[in-house]
């Protein structure tokens, strides 16, 4: 299909024939009838296959050995590198995604078909699509979470005989509320810790406070310690340091 194009601006000209045209290094910075004419390369292909991985826990995007936040702009930075190993190397392109799927949403399906848009002169543009399969994997970090090796925050909670089936009754609520709304993957994990206590260990420092604030609304909170420690992990082949919160606490009938 062809159509009028009229937001692309040219800054570059054919070294051969000077018309004004986008660099291409693949084409050796000639415009695309010059490379044609003699290379004899057209884009014959109506249609491309290409894959990518996602993180069905953050939705995270895989490239290489690194994991890029699901950003429009990180996804199109992918996809022109993937095609860079097809007949699309040749070409510049725009990605039309569809406008019922969201970036941060690619792991819920397993294959979607991107139209690209392709200029070829300063008025005319061509269509080309791409079907682009959905592998699925857990990213570093979020493999850390399933494995309860990654967690930011720690809520030692101690309480008396009277208040532990109501304390226990709001720390159910919050965990099943918690899972509908997450979307990302998180873990809550709850240990018992002796006849009157619990060990909470949040792998996102914001549910352990949004727990502290509903608690203070029916307890008294006695913080008896709190402190920052610093954990390194690995994350991407990389090391790095993380800080962990952790609580020491006494709760009180109000």
């Known amino acids: ?7 692309t601006l040219y800054t570059y000209f054919c070294p051969r024939c000077g018309k004004p045209t986008q660099f291409n290094s693949e084409r050796r910075g000639l415009c695309l009838d010059c490379f044609a ?32 936040e699901p950003t429009r702009s990180n996804f199109d930075k992918i996809l022109k ?7 699309l190397r040749f070409y510049e392109f ?27 002169t300063s ?28 967690y930011e925050s720690v809520l030692h909670i101690r309480f008396s005989r009277d208040i532990e089936s109501e304390f226990m009754l709001i720390l159910d609520e919050f965990i ?7 979307e990302k993957l998180e873990v809550i ?12 260990r949040f792998s996102d420092r914001k549910m352990a406070r949004s ?9 008294s909170l006695v913080i008896l310690k709190r402190y920052r420690e610093q954990v390194t992990v690995e994350i991407n082949n990389k090391l790095q340091r993380r800080v962990v919160e952790k609580y020491f606490i006494r709760l009180l009938p109000t």
């Open 1 to 7: 299909m062809v159509s009028l194009l009229t937001d």
């Open 37 to 68: 004419e003699l290379k004899g390369a057209t884009l014959k292909q109506k249609n491309f296959k290409m894959e990518i991985t996602v993180c069905v826990g953050c939705g995270k995007i895989r490239y290489g050995n690194s994991w890029f």
């Open 81 to 87: 590198n993937l095609a860079k190993r097809t007949q």
């Open 94 to 120: 725009k990605v039309e995604m569809p406008t019922d799927i969201e970036i941060s949403s690619l792991g819920q399906y397993d294959k979607i078909y991107v139209l690209i848009r392709i200029p070829i």
């Open 123 to 150: 008025h005319n543009v061509l269509r080309r699509g791409i079907e682009l399969r959905i592998n699925k994997a857990f990213c570093p970090l979020c493999s850390k979470k399933r494995s309860g090796k990654y």
């Open 176 to 182: 099943n509320t918690s899972m509908i709304q997450m």
């Open 189 to 200: 994990d709850v240990k018992k810790d002796g006849a009157y206590g619990v060990v909470i």
């Open 211 to 219: 727990l502290l604030t509903s608690l203070n609304k029916k307890f």
